[in-house]
């Protein structure tokens, strides 16, 4: 997909702009509680028969891998599971994203998206995402095909955020109440599912 720049949205962000209720994002929880909110939701709508695609953190052994701990990421349909993380060793300084890893948990669920979904779950918007790399090109492809986004927004990064998206995200709270109703305000908006 060819690179065009920070925003993905269709026009930049104005006084009057208007939040599209297709694209969500949690905040107010620690990391991990967060991606086990994401993951929980998208594994119920699996459950209802959604066509869901999805990426999600999940917990490692190496606890120090990344300021989170977190260092898996897992395909929500299939349980596949890409290592994020290197060891380089307690001595190093370096970067310790596996950026092979990540490029590949992201082309798969590019894939995914080319088949009819009514959900796609992305893990993130960090520090990758900003540089235009890791799921960036997920979140653009899934607005241009019109699904709807649910993810996780850190708060530091809540500036970039708003630049990528025109500022038309909507804020939820991690909480399953609160993210089922913004599913239900979604589906009231598209009724049609994608899926059977």
């Excluded at 104005?14 to 594994?43: K, T």
């Excluded at 695609?53 to 977190?70: I, L, N």
């Excluded at 798969?108 to 235009?132: N, R, T, Y």
Aim: proline letters at 6%.
């Amino acid at each position: 997909m060819p690179e065009t720049g920070l925003s993905f949205m269709p026009s930049p962000p104005h006084e009057d702009h208007v939040v599209d209720v297709r694209l969500a994002y949690v905040q107010g929880a620690s990391s991990s509680s967060i991606q086990e909110e994401l993951r929980r939701f998208g594994r119920l709508l699996l459950q209802r028969g959604f066509a869901v695609a999805g990426m999600t953190e999940v917990p490692s052994v190496h606890k120090a891998a990344m300021d989170d701990g977190t260092a898996i990421i897992q395909d929500l349909r299939s349980g596949q599971e890409y290592t994020i993380y290197q060891d380089l060793g307690s001595s190093s300084l370096s970067c310790s994203l596996d950026s092979t890893g990540l490029t590949a948990a992201a082309g798969a669920l590019e894939a995914a998206l080319q088949s009819p979904c009514d959900l796609v779950i992305i893990s993130k918007f960090g520090k990758e995402e900003i540089a235009g790399r890791g799921f960036c090109d997920a979140f653009r492809l899934a607005f241009l095909k019109d699904i709807p986004v649910l993810t996780s927004v850190n708060p530091l990064f809540g500036k970039e955020w708003s630049a990528f998206t025109a500022d038309a995200g909507l804020r939820l709270g991690a909480n399953p109440g609160e993210i089922t109703l913004w599913w239900e305000d979604v589906l009231r908006a598209a009724p049609a599912p994608a899926s059977p």
